[in-house]
């Protein structure tokens, strides 16, 4: 229950406590000017309270309105870092082909260079011997 429902309840209790009490009492006052005078400030009740409504559901879209953009901006991010990993992911595919061969040709002059090595002690036992 809302604050204005318990408000509005509150003077509708009120004003039925007064009718009871003027009609058992006997009151020459009118009954049509309070309940004119009420039903006034029932309307205005109901109007402020409906302004209030109006406010707070405007303030409300805002919001969403805000949420949503920073959605939009957030997924926008979103796609440009993805299209920024898939470049990257070429790239260092390229780069572990590149790596790959530079293993490879790195084992191959290893090879050339421990075969020279053996050649020289070869050559050097040939002509010492």
């Known amino acids: 229950m809302t604050p204005n429902n318990t408000t509005i309840r509150r003077r509708k209790n009120k004003l039925h406590k007064e009718r009871k009490s003027q009609l058992l009492n006997g009151s020459k006052s009118n009954p049509k000017d309070a309940s004119s005078n009420n039903a006034a400030q029932e309307a205005r009740d109901i109007t402020s309270s409906l302004r209030r409504t109006k406010t707070m559901m405007q303030q409300e ?9 920073t959605i939009d901006r957030d997924g926008q991010m ?8 898939i470049v990257m992911k070429g790239g260092i595919k390229g780069a572990k082909g590149s790596f790959a061969r530079l293993k490879l040709k790195d084992k191959e002059d290893d090879i050339i260079f421990w075969s020279s090595v053996v050649f020289f002690y070869i050559a050097v036992f040939y002509v010492l011997w």
């Open 78 to 85: 979103l796609q440009e870092t993805k299209d920024e990993h």
């Open 61 to 69: 879209l805002d919001r969403m309105s805000n949420v949503t953009e």
